[in-house]
C-alpha cells in the first residue's frame, strides 16, 4: 500500500512542475582549438546538427581567435545556439572582401578559393540561414578593413537573438538581407564606418552601443513599402571612434543613414548621440530621387539626447520627425518583432 501511494504522489508532483524543466537544449555541442572539447572547428559542430529539429542546439565556443572558417549555417539547420565563453575573447574572425578582380570578384582569391556554394555568396565572415539562430557573449569580424563590402555576419533567416555580442567592421559590417525577417539585439556593440546596418529585414536593437568611425553612415535601410518596420535602436549609444584604419575618417561627422532603395524605416527612440553626428542626420539621397518627398519612408526619432540629438537642421525630408507620445508604443520590442505568430525574442 505504501509503494502504490508513493508511485501516486510521484505521479501528482510530476504534473505540476512545468515541462521547460524537462525541456531543456537537446545537445550541447563544445568546441576548443586546443583539442579539449568535442570539435576543433565552429563548421563541424553546425554540420553534426540533425536537420530540421525544433529544439536549440547549443554550441558552447571557448575562448579563441577562430580565424581560419567562413562559416555557413544552413538553412536546414535551425534553432542553433552559438555561446561563447567569453564576449572579447571568443572571437570569430575571417577577411573577405568584394573586390574588383580577385575571384568572382572577391578577395584575396587564394582564399577565395577555399570556399564554394553559399559560404561563398557574400564576403560575410559568417552567413547565417537557419531560422531560431541564437548568440551569446560572441565577437563575429571581417578584418580586411577600408578595401569594400566586408561583411562581420550575413543574415537571412527568421527570429534570430543576439546578446553581448560584438560585430566588428568597416563597411556593411551587419546586413539584414531579407525582408520581413525579425533579429534581436541586446547590449551589443556595432562597430563601422560606411552603411554598416543595412538592408530589408527587421532588426530591434536594444540598450547597444553603435559605434562609427567618422565620416559615413550608421543605416542602408531598403525596407519594402508593406513592412511597418525596419531598424529600431531603442535606448542606445552611438558613439565615436578615433582609431580607424583611415585616417581621413577622424575629423568627419557621421550620418545616421542613408537611403539604399525601396522605402526606408529607421527609428531612433531614447538614444544617445554625441557631436559627431551630422545634424542633417539624412544629408544625401543617394540616387533615391523620391526619398526626400515620399511619406512612405519613416525616419522617426523621439526623446534622443546628446549634441547630436538636435532635429533643428535635420534634412527637410517628408519622412524625417518627432514620433509623438501616443505613437510610441507601436516601437516597443513586441509590437515591432511580434510578426504573424507572435514571437517574443526573450
Given at each position: 500500500?505504501?509503494?502504490?501511494?508513493?508511485f501516486?504522489?510521484?505521479?501528482?508532483?510530476?504534473?505540476?512542475?512545468?515541462?521547460s524543466?524537462?525541456?531543456?537544449?537537446?545537445?550541447?555541442?563544445?568546441?576548443?582549438?586546443?583539442?579539449s572539447?568535442?570539435?576543433r572547428?565552429?563548421?563541424?559542430?553546425?554540420?553534426?546538427?540533425?536537420?530540421?529539429?525544433?529544439?536549440?542546439?547549443?554550441?558552447?565556443?571557448?575562448?579563441?581567435?577562430?580565424?581560419?572558417?567562413?562559416?555557413?549555417?544552413?538553412?536546414?539547420?535551425?534553432?542553433?545556439?552559438?555561446?561563447?565563453?567569453?564576449?572579447?575573447?571568443?572571437?570569430?574572425?575571417?577577411?573577405?572582401?568584394?573586390?574588383?578582380?580577385?575571384?568572382?570578384?572577391k578577395?584575396?582569391?587564394?582564399?577565395v578559393?577555399?570556399w564554394?556554394?553559399?559560404?561563398?555568396?557574400?564576403?560575410?565572415?559568417?552567413?547565417?540561414?537557419?531560422?531560431?539562430?541564437?548568440?551569446?557573449?560572441?565577437t563575429?569580424?571581417?578584418?580586411?578593413?577600408?578595401?569594400?563590402q566586408?561583411?562581420?555576419?550575413?543574415?537571412?533567416?527568421?527570429?534570430n537573438?543576439?546578446?553581448n555580442c560584438?560585430?566588428?567592421?568597416?563597411?556593411d559590417?551587419?546586413f539584414?538581407?531579407?525582408d520581413?525577417?525579425?533579429?534581436?539585439?541586446?547590449n551589443?556593440?556595432?562597430?563601422?564606418?560606411?552603411?554598416?546596418?543595412?538592408?530589408?529585414?527587421?532588426?530591434y536593437?536594444?540598450?547597444c552601443?553603435?559605434?562609427?568611425?567618422?565620416g559615413?553612415?550608421?543605416?542602408?535601410?531598403?525596407?519594402?513599402?508593406g513592412?511597418?518596420?525596419?531598424?529600431?535602436?531603442?535606448?542606445?549609444?552611438?558613439?565615436?571612434?578615433?582609431?580607424?584604419?583611415?585616417?581621413?575618417?577622424?575629423?568627419?561627422?557621421?550620418?545616421?543613414?542613408?537611403?539604399w532603395?525601396?522605402?526606408?524605416?529607421?527609428?531612433?527612440?531614447?538614444?544617445?548621440?554625441?557631436?559627431?553626428?551630422?545634424?542633417?542626420?539624412?544629408?544625401?539621397?543617394?540616387?533615391?530621387?523620391?526619398?526626400?518627398?515620399s511619406?512612405?519612408?519613416?525616419?522617426?526619432?523621439?526623446?534622443?539626447?546628446?549634441?547630436?540629438?538636435?532635429?533643428?537642421?535635420?534634412?527637410n525630408?517628408?519622412?524625417?520627425?518627432?514620433l509623438?507620445?501616443?505613437?510610441?508604443?507601436?516601437?516597443?520590442?513586441?509590437?515591432?518583432?511580434?510578426?504573424q505568430?507572435?514571437w517574443?525574442?526573450?
Amino acid at each position: 500500500m505504501k509503494t502504490i501511494c508513493k508511485f501516486i504522489l510521484i505521479a501528482i508532483i510530476g504534473s505540476l512542475i512545468p515541462l521547460s524543466v524537462y525541456a531543456g537544449p537537446r545537445q550541447k555541442k563544445v568546441v576548443a582549438l586546443d583539442g579539449s572539447g568535442d570539435y576543433r572547428s565552429i563548421q563541424a559542430a553546425i554540420n553534426s546538427v540533425a536537420a530540421n529539429q525544433e529544439k536549440q542546439t547549443v554550441i558552447y565556443i571557448k575562448n579563441g581567435l577562430y580565424n581560419s572558417e567562413k562559416l555557413l549555417i544552413p538553412s536546414d539547420k535551425k534553432n542553433i545556439t552559438f555561446k561563447g565563453e567569453s564576449r572579447d575573447k571568443t572571437i570569430i574572425s575571417y577577411h573577405i572582401y568584394d573586390c574588383k578582380g580577385g575571384l568572382n570578384n572577391k578577395c584575396p582569391a587564394e582564399d577565395v578559393a577555399k570556399w564554394t556554394g553559399q559560404a561563398i555568396r557574400t564576403s560575410a565572415t559568417v552567413s547565417i540561414q537557419g531560422d531560431g539562430f541564437r548568440a551569446e557573449n560572441i565577437t563575429f569580424q571581417n578584418t580586411a578593413g577600408p578595401v569594400g563590402q566586408a561583411l562581420a555576419i550575413y543574415v537571412t533567416s527568421d527570429k534570430n537573438v543576439f546578446v553581448n555580442c560584438n560585430f566588428l567592421g568597416y563597411q556593411d559590417t551587419v546586413f539584414l538581407a531579407t525582408d520581413n525577417t525579425r533579429s534581436y539585439f541586446k547590449n551589443c556593440l556595432v562597430l563601422g564606418r560606411t552603411d554598416y546596418i543595412y538592408g530589408g529585414g527587421i532588426g530591434y536593437f536594444d540598450a547597444c552601443e553603435i559605434r562609427s568611425f567618422g565620416g559615413g553612415w550608421i543605416t542602408a535601410p531598403s525596407t519594402p513599402k508593406g513592412q511597418d518596420y525596419g531598424f529600431v535602436f531603442y535606448k542606445c549609444k552611438l558613439t565615436f571612434s578615433e582609431k580607424s584604419p583611415k585616417e581621413n575618417d577622424n575629423q568627419q561627422l557621421v550620418s545616421l543613414g542613408r537611403p539604399w532603395h525601396n522605402f526606408p524605416k529607421v527609428a531612433w527612440i531614447q538614444c544617445e548621440m554625441g557631436k559627431e553626428i551630422n545634424p542633417a542626420g539624412w544629408p544625401t539621397i543617394w540616387n533615391m530621387q523620391y526619398a526626400s518627398t515620399s511619406e512612405d519612408l519613416h525616419l522617426f526619432e523621439y526623446k534622443n539626447t546628446g549634441a547630436g540629438a538636435n532635429m533643428s537642421q535635420r534634412a527637410n525630408w517628408t519622412g524625417i520627425r518627432e514620433l509623438g507620445s501616443e505613437e510610441i508604443h507601436f516601437y516597443s520590442v513586441k509590437n515591432v518583432l511580434k510578426g504573424q505568430d507572435n514571437w517574443q525574442p526573450l
